[in-house]
């Protein structure tokens, strides 16, 4: 190619596929929930988005500069979309725990589960808590019990904790040198003085070469 | 402490970061999944960022500021292994020069934090946690790749066949070796290797990869002492295209 | 790098007349009310088809904005510059990735949204059919270009639809980065050595008509699709963009001593609406279906990539992690 883009005249070649060629079929990969913490370490884990990676690992490795190579982070986690289990989304005020129905206890081995919740259409689910249940309708039970603050609660998603990829207490150093990467942020650049002292400079001079603030026609 | 031995140690670890640095980041807005393009690119402002750290030290015992130093010196004015300013090629040679040199840095300034050279130290301790991602993603994609399709082993052990000899030009040895071991400052080329040694190694061990006898690699050195190959000098004027309309400009 | 509501092509409303009335009613009431939608929510067709479109070529706009200004990164000057540009491009990738979320909510895949971009199906923001020839052009986009797109993207947060409205707050967020960016940048040129101011003013020649052309056509010749209004999928007219965008953005080009090259350019007191001369909608729609400077290698350059890594997808494919469309 013969472009303004050293990089692009880097490329090699390469032939589009002509019509009779079968087109290779489309790579899919798996999807991964996001959640992370920012600021500090008090505040609960807020889902922010998707990744898309063919394993857990993957999708650990690649959130981590999708979603957090800004401001303060301490940790993040990662589960695949499947093991999210999701609750119909409610009307109005109403709360979805009203829709929850006791069951009778459920005998087997308890998990932990981790329940979050979403208390407005539009905002981002967030973690509201651990509860130990013997499996997914369970643990929406037992959330309606230990978490239900009366206000409304639109949804629920109810993740069992061991699908979780979370950040290991030694990889917190992960996230040390973000606050200081100021150079992506919009702090980093005020042109304000240089600014001022150009505008200044140029009210100075006797010939006012730039355009008048406005030209009224 | 003799100063030259010092400048020559951190002149050889900036330069490798900002020739490395600068080639990931042709890789933005062209990489192969849109997660590990932004992925790939944060490790090369990590990459450039530290050479600035870097640079700035060199600053403060009177060299040049660091744009000077970057930006203005020769080809056979700089330091840097020849394995990173090899064109980037195709992502599996990307991946493993990633793979070979991360590992190898990490260790560096795993042993520079207990450096007798203050700041050197200091930098290393802050910087560990960008280190450790920047190996956890290189493990992550070579143990993927390296395990994964026939296709996939097949280039990826081609590129760490290519790449091994001029992997040993990172630890070329440098003349003031032994005095920048006897007085703290670094633990030499020599324990560096031989722990870079260790860890790709055991890496490698849980891929289909095999990793080829070093005894019988060729090394490429002479980056250390300013003979580059010939993709050095294309890259700095590439770099410095701007910077050259004026160089006592304000950008 | 868009986000302006424009999808290029023609809006069939057909479908509207038969959907169920009930679910309809109750759709119209949420939006009135201003809840947003998310994806389990009943939608009508073409609600969510529109929005396919929308989000989908914005996400385009983001991945192929990438490489006019790619192309600098090696060659910006100074570490400053470097970083910032690095970090910046880095962003249209991110922003590109929100996006391309965002849509898949509604059941497309992304894969196949890339698919279409390759082939030339789906469109992309115009203004990155043309060529940066200089440092001065990097800018000017860094600068203007990221200003217009925020001005659509700051209406289009209010819009209806949950995970676009998300993806759009995260991206506002990382904007006003950009924008600071790219002003820094065009004082450091305006205040600079003679040969910086040229080099600029070069730039804002060239670019301007391009800018111009970025709301999309005028209002008079441009199709209207009331009920995208009303279902919040169209925030704005784009000459209310565009206007929005002069008054913002003139006066800051001005103050710095640059000209712009239209004679006819100046705010009308009477009207509060900025006088201009009528960009050339012609040129506008050949340069939109492929007849533009860079098209051809914009797409070249995506097939390109696309091809690169199609070993290492299929070395990342694995059989247990199945694709599924994102909750958010």
């Given at each position: 190619?013969?472009?303004?883009?050293?990089?692009?005249?880097?490329?090699?070649?390469?032939?589009?596929?002509?019509?009779?060629?079968?087109?290779?079929?489309?790579?899919?990969?798996?999807?991964?929930?996001?959640?992370?913490?920012?600021?500090?370490?008090?505040?609960?884990?807020?889902?922010?988005?998707?990744?898309?990676?063919?394993?857990?690992?993957?999708?650990?490795?690649?959130?981590?500069?999708?979603?957090?190579?800004?401001?303060?982070?301490?940790?993040?986690?990662?589960?695949?979309?499947?093991?999210?289990?999701?609750?119909?989304?409610?009307?109005?005020?109403?709360?979805?725990?009203?829709?929850?129905?006791?069951?009778?206890?459920?005998?087997?081995?308890?998990?932990?589960?981790?329940?979050?919740?979403?208390?407005?259409?539009?905002?981002?689910?967030?973690?509201?808590?651990?509860?130990?249940?013997?499996?997914?309708?369970?643990?929406?039970?037992?959330?309606?019990?230990?978490?239900?603050?009366?206000?409304?609660?639109?949804?629920?998603?109810?993740?069992?904790?061991?699908?979780?990829?979370?950040?290991?207490?030694?990889?917190?150093?992960?996230?040390?040198?973000?606050?200081?990467?100021?150079?992506?942020?919009?702090?980093?650049?005020?042109?304000?003085?240089?600014?001022?002292?150009?505008?200044?400079?140029?009210?100075?001079?006797?010939?006012?070469?730039?355009?008048?603030?406005?030209?009224?026609? | 402490?003799?100063?030259?031995?010092?400048?020559?140690?951190?002149?050889?670890?900036?330069?490798?970061?900002?020739?490395?640095?600068?080639?990931?980041?042709?890789?933005?807005?062209?990489?192969?999944?849109?997660?590990?393009?932004?992925?790939?690119?944060?490790?090369?402002?990590?990459?450039?960022?530290?050479?600035?750290?870097?640079?700035?030290?060199?600053?403060?015992?009177?060299?040049?500021?660091?744009?000077?130093?970057?930006?203005?010196?020769?080809?056979?004015?700089?330091?840097?292994?020849?394995?990173?300013?090899?064109?980037?090629?195709?992502?599996?040679?990307?991946?493993?020069?990633?793979?070979?040199?991360?590992?190898?840095?990490?260790?560096?300034?795993?042993?520079?934090?207990?450096?007798?050279?203050?700041?050197?130290?200091?930098?290393?301790?802050?910087?560990?946690?960008?280190?450790?991602?920047?190996?956890?993603?290189?493990?992550?994609?070579?143990?993927?790749?390296?395990?994964?399709?026939?296709?996939?082993?097949?280039?990826?052990?081609?590129?760490?066949?290519?790449?091994?000899?001029?992997?040993?030009?990172?630890?070329?040895?440098?003349?003031?070796?032994?005095?920048?071991?006897?007085?703290?400052?670094?633990?030499?080329?020599?324990?560096?290797?031989?722990?870079?040694?260790?860890?790709?190694?055991?890496?490698?061990?849980?891929?289909?990869?095999?990793?080829?006898?070093?005894?019988?690699?060729?090394?490429?050195?002479?980056?250390?002492?300013?003979?580059?190959?010939?993709?050095?000098?294309?890259?700095?004027?590439?770099?410095?295209?701007?910077?050259?309309?004026?160089?006592?400009?304000?950008? | 790098?868009?986000?302006?509501?424009?999808?290029?092509?023609?809006?069939?409303?057909?479908?509207?007349?038969?959907?169920?009335?009930?679910?309809?009613?109750?759709?119209?009431?949420?939006?009135?009310?201003?809840?947003?939608?998310?994806?389990?929510?009943?939608?009508?067709?073409?609600?969510?088809?529109?929005?396919?479109?929308?989000?989908?070529?914005?996400?385009?706009?983001?991945?192929?904005?990438?490489?006019?200004?790619?192309?600098?990164?090696?060659?910006?000057?100074?570490?400053?510059?470097?970083?910032?540009?690095?970090?910046?491009?880095?962003?249209?990738?991110?922003?590109?990735?929100?996006?391309?979320?965002?849509?898949?909510?509604?059941?497309?895949?992304?894969?196949?949204?890339?698919?279409?971009?390759?082939?030339?199906?789906?469109?992309?923001?115009?203004?990155?059919?043309?060529?940066?020839?200089?440092?001065?052009?990097?800018?000017?986009?860094?600068?203007?270009?990221?200003?217009?797109?925020?001005?659509?993207?700051?209406?289009?947060?209010?819009?209806?639809?949950?995970?676009?409205?998300?993806?759009?707050?995260?991206?506002?967020?990382?904007?006003?980065?950009?924008?600071?960016?790219?002003?820094?940048?065009?004082?450091?040129?305006?205040?600079?050595?003679?040969?910086?101011?040229?080099?600029?003013?070069?730039?804002?020649?060239?670019?301007?008509?391009?800018?111009?052309?970025?709301?999309?056509?005028?209002?008079?010749?441009?199709?209207?699709?009331?009920?995208?209004?009303?279902?919040?999928?169209?925030?704005?007219?784009?000459?209310?963009?565009?206007?929005?965008?002069?008054?913002?953005?003139?006066?800051?080009?001005?103050?710095?001593?640059?000209?712009?090259?239209?004679?006819?350019?100046?705010?009308?007191?009477?009207?509060?609406?900025?006088?201009?001369?009528?960009?050339?909608?012609?040129?506008?729609?050949?340069?939109?279906?492929?007849?533009?400077?860079?098209?051809?290698?914009?797409?070249?350059?995506r097939r390109i990539a696309e091809e690169r890594g199609r070993w290492v997808r299929k070395a990342l494919k694995s059989p247990q992690?199945?694709?599924?469309?994102?909750?958010?």
């Amino acid at each position: 190619m013969n472009s303004l883009d050293p990089r692009v005249n880097r490329l090699p070649s390469t032939r589009y596929p002509v019509p009779n060629e079968p087109t290779a079929p489309l790579d899919q990969f798996g999807t991964f929930e996001v959640f992370v913490v920012q600021p500090k370490e008090e505040k609960p884990f807020q889902h922010e988005g998707i990744v898309h990676a063919p394993n857990l690992e993957m999708a650990y490795v690649l959130a981590k500069e999708a979603f957090t190579r800004r401001f303060v982070c301490v940790s993040l986690y990662v589960v695949d979309t499947t093991n999210v289990a999701v609750s119909p989304m409610t009307e109005g005020d109403v709360s979805i725990y009203q829709q929850i129905e006791d069951r009778p206890g459920q005998a087997g081995e308890k998990l932990s589960y981790e329940i979050y919740h979403l208390t407005k259409r539009g905002k981002q689910h967030v973690h509201a808590g651990t509860v130990q249940a013997v499996n997914g309708p369970d643990a929406m039970v037992k959330a309606k019990h230990q978490f239900n603050s009366g206000k409304g609660i639109c949804s629920v998603w109810v993740i069992r904790t061991k699908d979780i990829r979370f950040t290991l207490p030694d990889e917190k150093d992960l996230w040390n040198t973000l606050p200081e990467k100021k150079f992506r942020d919009a702090s980093a650049y005020k042109g304000g003085d240089k600014l001022s002292m150009f505008l200044q400079s140029k009210q100075n001079t006797s010939d006012h070469s730039g355009h008048s603030d406005n030209a009224d026609q | 402490m003799n100063d030259i031995a010092l400048k020559e140690l951190l002149y050889k670890i900036a330069d490798d970061q900002l020739i490395l640095g600068h080639r990931n980041s042709e890789w933005t807005g062209m990489g192969p999944l849109l997660e590990e393009d932004i992925a790939f690119s944060s490790m090369a402002q990590d990459k450039v960022g530290q050479s600035l750290a870097i640079y700035t030290l060199l600053h403060s015992l009177g060299d040049g500021d660091p744009d000077t130093l970057a930006f203005t010196r020769g080809g056979n004015q700089f330091q840097n292994c020849v394995l990173v300013e090899l064109p980037n090629g195709e992502y599996d040679f990307s991946l493993v020069r990633h793979f070979l040199f991360d590992t190898a840095e990490a260790i560096r300034f795993d042993l520079l934090s207990n450096s007798s050279y203050e700041p050197l130290a200091q930098l290393a301790k802050k910087i560990r946690g960008e280190l450790r991602y920047h190996t956890l993603h290189a493990n992550t994609w070579i143990r993927q790749l390296g395990s994964s399709t026939e296709e996939s082993i097949a280039r990826i052990q081609a590129s760490l066949n290519f790449s091994l000899p001029f992997a040993m030009g990172i630890f070329e040895v440098s003349p003031h070796e032994n005095e920048l071991i006897e007085s703290g400052v670094f633990a030499g080329e020599k324990e560096l290797k031989q722990r870079w040694l260790a860890k790709v190694e055991e890496i490698i061990h849980q891929t289909d990869l095999r990793l080829p006898d070093l005894n019988a690699v060729e090394p490429v050195l002479g980056g250390r002492v300013g003979k580059h190959s010939e993709h050095l000098q294309p890259l700095l004027e590439e770099m410095s295209e701007v910077f050259r309309i004026d160089p006592t400009a304000e950008w | 790098m868009y986000g302006g509501g424009n999808t290029f092509e023609g809006v069939k409303t057909d479908s509207v007349a038969q959907e169920d009335p009930v679910k309809l009613g109750e759709f119209e009431g949420r939006i009135a009310r201003g809840e947003k939608i998310e994806p389990s929510d009943w939608m009508p067709l073409l609600y969510r088809k529109q929005l396919i479109r929308m989000i989908e070529q914005h996400a385009h706009s983001e991945i192929i904005g990438a490489l006019p200004e790619g192309t600098w990164i090696t060659r910006a000057p100074g570490f400053k510059r470097k970083m910032a540009l690095m970090a910046k491009v880095q962003d249209e990738v991110g922003h590109a990735q929100l996006l391309y979320s965002a849509a898949e909510t509604l059941g497309k895949p992304r894969e196949q949204m890339i698919d279409d971009l390759i082939t030339g199906k789906s469109k992309y923001s115009n203004v990155f059919n043309y060529p940066t020839f200089t440092w001065g052009d990097c800018c000017f986009i860094s600068w203007l270009v990221d200003a217009g797109a925020i001005v659509n993207q700051l209406a289009n947060a209010k819009g209806s639809y949950g995970p676009y409205c998300r993806a759009l707050e995260r991206i506002c967020a990382e904007e006003s980065f950009h924008l600071k960016y790219g002003h820094h940048c065009v004082i450091y040129l305006a205040t600079g050595s003679s040969k910086q101011r040229e080099m600029f003013q070069d730039a804002i020649n060239r670019w301007w008509p391009p800018m111009m052309h970025f709301f999309g056509p005028a209002d008079m010749i441009s199709t209207h699709t009331p009920v995208l209004m009303k279902w919040k999928v169209k925030m704005g007219t784009n000459d209310d963009m565009r206007n929005q965008f002069l008054d913002m953005y003139v006066p800051k080009v001005w103050e710095l001593g640059f000209t712009l090259p239209d004679p006819n350019l100046a705010k009308n007191s009477q009207t509060g609406r900025w006088n201009y001369t009528e960009p050339d909608w012609e040129e506008f729609k050949r340069v939109i279906n492929g007849d533009g400077p860079c098209n051809k290698e914009r797409l070249e350059v995506r097939r390109i990539a696309e091809e690169r890594g199609r070993w290492v997808r299929k070395a990342l494919k694995s059989p247990q992690a199945a694709y599924v469309t994102p909750l958010a």
